[in-house]
């Protein structure tokens, strides 16, 4: 037996998410997308997200033309709810809501048209369809940019279909990149943490978020802590979290 045998590594130091103050990305707005169903269960989260370090939450539910019908009146309704059920509980903390918009030909239509929920300066978070490019993406890209908006890109490690100079011919147009803490885990898939890797190593990541749906989730974010994709990640000076 070698004399290194039984040797353990040594284990990083605790990091928790204080470092960045905001999580931009969550479903905590009850029933009305696959995350939290009910107010109980937001709650729960929310203070559990508070516990992991996060000091202001801005909640980001599902828009979907075919699937989750979602207005900005019913999410800042929502976010009202869980806001005031906050206030009642004593539990300083700053609750936000924007939305996730998936990108179909529907979102594509209505840019010119439709005001959408965006976070910080006009910061506006899309998802991409995740087994097929969405078409004339450029051309939507540009519209959105036109009309005032600052396009942030959800999960780009989760799309496998692009690959290191896709995500920095977007970051070229101005597109910023939010990476999923969960991702860096392996929570998703071996594939996903490597493109994760990949955009970490490259500088290409703007805003990091939990993509929280549920306390399965919150039992994963606890395993970034002593992750060295999140001490990178925690020591980043592209990282915008921190001054929303």
């Given at each position: ?17 204080s ?36 000091s ?29 059920a ?9 609750f ?71 995500y920095?011919?977007?970051t ?49 974010l ?23």
């Amino acid at each position: 037996m070698s004399w290194f045998s039984g040797f353990k590594k040594k284990e990083l130091e605790s990091i928790d998410f204080s470092v960045l103050k905001t999580d931009i990305h969550s479903h905590l707005i009850p029933g009305i997308d696959d995350g939290a169903q009910n107010l109980e269960e937001s709650l729960d989260l929310v203070c559990a997200l508070q516990e992991l370090g996060f000091s202001k939450i801005i909640t980001t539910p599902h828009t979907m033309s075919d699937f989750y019908k979602n207005t900005p009146e019913i999410i800042i309704s929502g976010r009202s709810d869980v806001q005031n059920a906050l206030d009642k509980l004593n539990i300083d903390l700053e609750f936000g809501a924007a939305s996730e918009y998936y990108v179909d030909f529907d979102f594509q239509k209505k840019i010119e048209k439709k005001k959408f929920l965006t976070f910080g300066s006009k910061y506006l978070l899309i998802e991409f369809p995740f087994i097929d490019e969405p078409i004339n993406i450029d051309e939507t890209i540009f519209n959105l940019q036109l009309a005032g908006y600052n396009v942030v890109l959800a999960h780009p490690e989760r799309y496998l279909y692009y690959g290191l100079q896709d995500y920095e011919r977007l970051t070229n147009k101005g597109v910023l990149l939010q990476l999923n803490l969960l991702s860096i885990t392996g929570y998703y898939s071996p594939e996903v943490k490597k493109q994760a890797e990949k955009l970490i190593n490259a500088d290409l990541v703007s805003f990091v978020g939990t993509d929280c749906h549920n306390m399965r989730h919150i039992e994963n974010l606890k395993l970034c802590f002593t992750n060295p994709l999140w001490h990178k990640l925690s020591v980043s000076e592209k990282l915008l979290n921190k001054i929303l």
